[in-house]
């Protein structure tokens, strides 16, 4: 039978056979994972807990890159924990100071074919390498390394057809910025965009990245590129050509839905605050004063898009009002530019520079001023994402944000450089400088190795099993689109208590519902209500351990975000979605819930909810597979795979 690529990536990691039909439950081995340091504590804790010698994936790396600011002990007691029990249990080790894990995984480590697990949402950005690249929480990622299957519902495939070429000054960005005008932030749900046609021969592997990368702010499973010719020059330019296989769609494969981009008719365009789909051309965009530029992240943090940056910032200099900020992802990258004379062209203008690290875009380190206006190169814009609570984030190419550091309001390239063509002869380059002495091997014997534990590392909470009969109120009543960093904020200070959950359960809602955790505290035990999207943004799975803790046993929702949702499952917390959304509007905070028989109603995935303040009853609907169903039964996803691995001895 023909296939598109998604299906051969997933045919060729079935666990048992079964038919691809949308919807069926998969069971897929994991090839690779990959963490980072402001999520993974919790992870390897878990995997610890399991007394499993080593990892059981082909490849396990774990990066240091988020949170890199070294205030006090918190993240160096991570960082520390992190590099000693990657030694001990078989994980490569990322130090901080080599890059962005998206960038060093599809530089250095990501395969063709392969499928690959990260617990952090922007994970599809190896997908431009012809991988299958899913984003996930933490649990599932100790799971995966536990050696177990990972689950998936067969998505929907879209074939996203691509024709023509992009102008000069028009960018990846501005593809994957007319999918989220067109689609909207829920339009990639329970999809994988499989990218084919003419247009996506003209696009370079970075290029690719962008435009996968940002799958996520669709809230799309993944994104697939072929694994091409451009693919395999750009791993013989990384030196691992080897490392080549060509993953190409066969002629005449169907697919669940189709959408056309005509590259040529693309324009520069701008994500406005505060949704990654609030887009608008550059032109008709409103012309504020801009306090402050960021260049780089996982998104657009590639050679050509720096090149590109400094090509518009070339013999110009940086608006007085501007803070030019540029975040190199990887060393590799910054070598480059170091050798091409880039750097010193940045510098020239006027440019900063932060570590080769996350920071800014989730909130570290280069925050805006109050009420600040921000131009990034980033992926997501939320309120609060850039650590300043009231700034507005907007979101456009590296060459519209070096053309705004100039002009100091949003501007396109062409209204700062006379002739845009020299940005069209922008290529990646044809030999990358090779240096990977800060990927640190693990252990041959891991039984030796100790576990440095700093006191920033404390336990990781773990759920209980639920009980038959749960009476308790209503903590919170949230709207639509809650994200996770509504729930558990961003930034430094929030990031590095993230080994420590007692502490930033402190902080649950802190900015969306500021009385939530007196409330959930005082409650004990509690539910919230939320809108559609519930849970949208990153695959950060404090936001459900963080509500776990503080007691909340269920969330109903109209509709919840894919990894938010197992993220919940995975920590017991039932995930419930109104049979009839109206209901929604019959719920007040404070009120009183009552569910008779729950363990029962879990099991037939419908479960009717009495509201005793006001004397109506209502159904909630527990759209899950019966393998989650055994999740929650058994209290989340930890003690679920440790009565596996007692049953298996
Ligand atoms: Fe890092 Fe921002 Fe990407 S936090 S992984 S650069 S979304």
């Known amino acids: 039978m ?24 998969l069971l897929l081995k994991v090839d690779q994972t990959l963490t980072h340091d402001i999520n993974a504590v919790m992870t390897y804790l878990a995997f610890e807990s399991l007394d499993l010698p080593r990892v059981r994936t082909k490849l ?7 949170n890199l600011l070294q205030i006090d002990n918190k993240t160096p007691d991570d960082h520390i924990y992190l590099q000693s029990v990657a030694k001990k249990f078989g994980v490569y080790l990322s130090k901080a100071g080599n890059g ?106 970075p290029e690719r990245v962008t435009i996968a990368n940002m799958s996520a702010e669709l809230g799309a499973t993944t994104a697939i590129f072929p694994a091409d010719e451009t693919v395999r020059e750009f791993l013989k330019a990384q030196k691992r050509e080897t490392d080549y296989k060509e993953i190409l769609p066969d002629s005449g494969c169907k697919y669940d839905e189709e959408i056309t981009i005509d590259l040529r008719a693309l324009v520069p365009l701008v994500a406005c605050p505060h949704l990654p789909d609030n887009v608008k051309t550059v032109r008709e965009a409103e012309k504020k004063p801009v306090q402050q530029v960021f260049i780089g992240s996982c998104t657009n943090g590639s050679y050509s898009d720096f090149k590109k940056a400094a090509l518009v ?27 091409d004379g880039y750097i010193s062209e940045l510098l020239n203008a006027g440019a900063r520079f932060t570590e080769f690290a996350c920071g800014p875009c989730c909130g570290i380190g280069i925050a805006p001023p109050s009420k600040g206006i921000s131009v990034r190169t980033c992926n997501r814009n939320f309120k609060g994402r850039s650590g300043t609570s009231d700034a507005e984030l907007y979101l456009v190419s590296p060459e519209v944000a070096a053309a705004t ?53 404390k336990p990781l909470p773990v759920n209980t099993p639920p009980s038959n009969n749960l009476t308790c109120k209503v903590s919170l009543k949230a709207g639509d689109n809650v994200s996770t960093d509504d729930i558990t904020p961003a930034s430094a200070e929030f990031s590095s208590m993230r080994s420590n959950i007692p502490a930033l359960a402190e902080f649950a809602f ?71 959304p109206s209901d929604y509007d019959f719920i007040d905070q404070e009120d009183e819930l009552n569910i008779e028989n729950l363990l029962q109603q879990i099991k037939n995935k419908k479960i009717t909810i009495n509201n005793l303040t006001k004397r109506r009853n209502f159904a909630v609907n527990l759209d899950i597979s019966d393998y989650y169903v055994d999740i929650l039964l058994h209290g989340g996803l930890l003690l679920f795979i440790k009565a596996q691995l007692r049953e298996g001895e």
Do not use: W
């Open 510 to 580: 802190n900015r969306y519902a500021p009385d939530f955790v007196s409330r959930a505290k005082a409650y004990g035990q509690s539910i919230i209500v939320g809108g559609v999207n519930y849970g949208q943004g990153s695959s950060r799975e404090h936001a459900a351990i963080t509500c776990m803790f503080l007691g909340v046993k269920m969330v109903i929702a109209k509709s919840f975000a894919r990894i938010h949702k197992s993220n919940l499952i995975n920590h017991g917390v039932i995930p419930t979605v109104f049979e009839d």
């Open 405 to 457: 550091a100039i002009k100091g309001t949003l501007a396109t390239p062409d209204e700062v450089m006379g002739d845009l063509s020299v940005l069209a002869y922008v290529h990646e380059p044809n030999e990358y400088p090779v240096n990977d002495n800060l990927l640190i091997p693990f252990a041959k014997d891991g039984s030796e190795v100790e576990i440095t534990r700093g006191p920033n590392i």
């Open 100 to 205: 962005i894990c998206h960038t060093i995984h599809y530089t250095r480590l990501g395969k063709p074919g392969e499928f690959l697990l990260g617990g952090d949402s922007h994970t599809p950005s190896c997908g431009a390498l012809g991988m299958l690249a899913i984003g996930v929480g933490g649990m599932d990622i100790t799971t995966a390394m536990a050696g177990f299957p990972f689950r998936l519902e067969m998505p929907a495939i879209v074939k996203v057809n691509l024709e023509g070429n992009l102008n000069p000054g028009v960018s990846a960005k501005d593809v994957i910025l007319e999918m989220l005008r067109r689609l909207t932030v829920k339009g990639g749900i329970g999809k994988i965009f499989e990218f084919t046609g003419d247009g996506v021969k003209t696009l370079s592997v």
């Open 60 to 66: 396990s790396v774990s990066y240091i890159d988020h």
């Open 313 to 339: 910032l070339r013999e110009e200099k940086v608006d007085e009002n501007v803070s030019l900020v540029f975040g190199i992802t990887s060393r590799q990258i910054y070598l480059k530019l170091l050798e």
């Open 2 to 25: 023909k296939q598109n690529m998604a299906q051969k990536l997933i045919t060729s990691h079935l666990c048992r056979p079964a038919d691809l039909i949308i919807g069926q439950e």
